[in-house]
């Protein structure tokens, strides 16, 4: 293992850590996409309006699989009967992290920069004592966050951007769950590239890191 490679990784948990958001690249082999990724406990209404305006895709808070099963929270593909459900023909993975998607309960609508961000928030301290959290007395479901449940086993069973996001949370202090969006290309109309998004890191002096990076080091 490198020096550099280390280093790089070392600053991506110290910048979760610190609450700062990090860029994270999955890899050509899977989705090959970046996402740009805050701890959920650190993010504001300014955070949200970054997601949305600057990376542009779902929005999200990965939980590892023992929180998630702490709180009941299925992977939506088991918990919905139809045959849309299947899915089997998607060459990057066998199946997807989606769990329930929530408001918190003293949101309004729960779609505004300000209403996402205090559920956020909400899902990340109830990450923190799940056992204390009485999870549907605090949410409701369907909301506008996207919950994402990590696979048991984190990076020795799935490489996606939830199990690499949850891992390095793994090694901070204080980050139980993960918030981030997919970063998109306006121009183009796809996935903005690991090129233009190590730009953009380099523009606001943010950590960027290959999957395969913490692969090496974590996994």
């Known amino acids: 293992m490198s020096k550099s490679l280390l280093t790089d990784v070392e600053a991506a948990i110290e910048a979760l850590d610190a609450g700062r958001p990090i860029l994270v690249h999955d890899g050509t082999d899977r989705e090959h996409e970046v996402d740009l990724l805050y701890p959920a406990n650190s993010v504001d209404h300014g955070a949200v309006g970054r997601l949305r305006n600057d990376a542009g895709g779902v929005l999200f808070v990965a939980l590892s699989n023992e929180v998630a099963e702490t709180f009941d929270l299925p992977f939506l593909h088991d918990a919905i009967e139809h045959p849309c459900t299947v899915y089997n023909d998607v060459g ?7 769990s329930l998607s929530v408001n918190h309960r003293d949101t309004y609508t729960g779609v505004t920069d300000i209403d996402r961000s205090r559920t956020i928030r909400a899902v ?6 799940p056992v204390g959290t009485d999870f549907a007395a605090e949410f409701r479901s369907p909301g506008h966050v996207h919950l994402l449940r990590g ?3 984190l990076l020795a069973t799935r490489h996606g951007h939830t199990e690499l996001a949850l891992a390095l949370a793994e090694q901070t202090d204080a980050v139980r769950a993960v918030a981030g969006s997919e970063m998109l290309d306006d121009q183009s109309g796809g996935a903005l590239s690991p090129a233009a998004a190590r730009a953009y890191a380099d523009r606001y002096d943010l950590i960027y890191l290959d999957g395969q990076d913490i692969l090496d080091t974590l996994g």
């Open 151 to 153: 696979a048991p086993g």
């Open 92 to 98: 990057y993975d066998t199946r997807p992290s989606f």
């Open 124 to 129: 990340a301290e109830a990450a923190r004592d």
